[in-house]
């Protein structure tokens, strides 16, 4: 490198290591790449991480013009640190197989792209969307789904997460190592999506999740089991004045009255310990 270079590096990195590790990686660029890693640090004012990015990230499937995409990504995020970690995770790719690492090859030549940076940037994309949701993000580094899901199906997996307003629930329909071993991701999508259906029921939840039943019970049978859970909790029966301290805001209940009219019709004259139809309230309250 040259010394013009080093100086200027010197001047603008603070941290002894990180400029070392830049010097010491220079050898492997040519004049005109190294002008250019020169250039796009001036552009993002010697950012620490972007520097980390040239000289720390290890991932043998991630060559330079991979590296500059991926650096465009990270400063159309500023900087996040939840995006910068998805950059240097050199594991991303360790459970692919030989055939699927092949076929990303095969594809990245194909298109003039490559695939194994397109999935990164794809992950830096989904973190945004979800506001940098602590869980998306721990799901996309969980090393049990890594393992037994496809990046596509991480991907899919996410997008259904999403879809559930990121509740803890369908988080743990993500991540248990029960489900992930003995349901598919459609089973997991379609759990999601029964879990919605029922608002997030504790009880649901927990017939979703039970390793006894995911590991003796068809997906069939489980189906069954949460249908038969939402007649049960159809039919369970409350008093009026248990419904309404449960009640926390005029919308929903207004929705409760609603209710009331469609199994006892407008006309009837309903006292506070009338037996009724048992109200599953909403626990958010109006907004001011």
Do not use: P, W
Not at 36 to 59: G, M, P, Q, T, W
Request: include cysteine.
């Amino acid at each position: 490198m040259k010394i013009e270079l080093m100086k200027l590096l010197s001047h603008n990195i603070k941290d002894i290591e990180l400029l070392k590790n830049l010097i010491k990686i220079s050898e492997l660029y040519s004049n005109d790449d190294l002008n250019l890693i020169i250039n796009i640090l001036k552009e993002c004012n010697f950012n620490e991480d972007v520097c980390r990015i040239f000289a720390e990230c290890y991932d043998d499937t991630i060559n330079l013009n991979d590296k500059i995409e991926l650096i465009k990504e990270f400063k159309k995020y500023n900087y996040n640190k939840y995006e910068y970690q998805i950059i240097m995770d050199a594991q991303m790719f360790d459970n692919m197989s030989l055939d699927e690492k092949i076929k990303l090859i095969k594809l990245s030549n194909k298109s003039g792209s490559n695939k194994f940076a397109y999935y990164k940037i794809k992950f830096m994309e989904i973190l945004d969307e979800c506001n940098y949701n602590e869980y998306v993000y721990k799901i996309i580094f969980n090393s049990k789904v890594r393992e037994k899901r496809s990046l596509d199906d991480i991907i899919r997996l996410i997008h259904a997460f999403k879809n559930c307003d990121c509740n803890y629930c369908a988080y743990q329909i993500v991540v248990d190592e029960y489900m992930l071993e003995n349901r598919t991701v459609d089973e997991q999508v379609i759990l999601m999506q029964k879990l919605k259906e029922n608002n997030y029921s504790k009880e649901v939840s927990e017939t979703e999740i039970d390793a006894e039943i995911l590991e003796t019970k068809t997906f069939s049978e489980q189906l069954i089991l949460i249908d038969s859970l939402k007649k049960e909790q159809a039919n369970e029966k409350s008093t009026h004045i248990n419904n309404i301290n449960k009640i926390n805001s005029i919308t929903e209940l207004q929705k409760y009255f609603d209710k009331l009219e469609e199994n006892h019709g407008s006309k009837a004259d309903i006292k506070l310990d009338t037996k009724v139809l048992n109200y599953k309230a909403n626990k958010k309250k109006d907004k001011k």
